[in-house]
């Protein structure tokens, strides 16, 4: 396994706060473990899904990230799972979801609970078995990607908000 200082140089400052952020990273990282980090906006929760990234088996793979209430949510599931040519007006070509470019490595999605609920039925299929269908698609996908979210909102109000 890689020292945590080989792949957490973006997690800066001395302080016992960030000393146990780094511990903790050390040991997550080496699993395959999917992971939710919560923290106020600018904490640098997407530093801290690279460092996992870095430190995993998964390094040498991509990194792929997406902002998940940045995107309309008529988009969000063709951004995630791509789409199929001719599903849509515009559809001149196949494309590959995020979710399918980061096979093999890390997808890290910003901000899920800003996700409008009426769009997160497929992502639970997905997070739950790893299978998903393009927009348009017929055939069954699957990838191997480890999942790394963030949010934040506590998990337990935004679930209570419905909001996740």
Do not use: W
């Amino acid at each position: 396994m890689q020292s945590c200082k080989d792949f957490s140089q973006g997690l800066v400052g001395e302080s016992g706060v960030m000393s146990r952020v780094r511990a903790l990273v050390a040991r997550v990282a080496a699993t395959d473990a999917s992971v939710l980090v919560v923290g106020e906006s600018g904490t640098g929760k997407e530093v801290v899904a690279q460092a996992l990234h870095a430190g995993s088996s998964r390094a040498e793979r991509e990194f792929r990230a997406i902002n998940c209430g940045a995107i309309p949510a008529s988009l969000i599931e063709s951004e995630l799972f791509g789409f199929e040519r001719g599903s849509f007006t515009g559809a001149t070509r196949t494309h590959d979801g995020i979710v399918g470019q980061a096979h093999g490595g890390t997808l890290f999605l910003d901000e899920i609970t800003e996700m409008p609920m009426d769009t997160q039925p497929p992502l639970l299929r997905f997070l739950e078995t790893r299978r998903y269908f393009r927009v348009g698609g017929r055939r069954e996908l699957s990838t191997d990607v480890r999942i790394v979210a963030a949010t934040n909102r506590k998990p337990t109000s935004a679930v209570r908000e419905n909001r996740l």
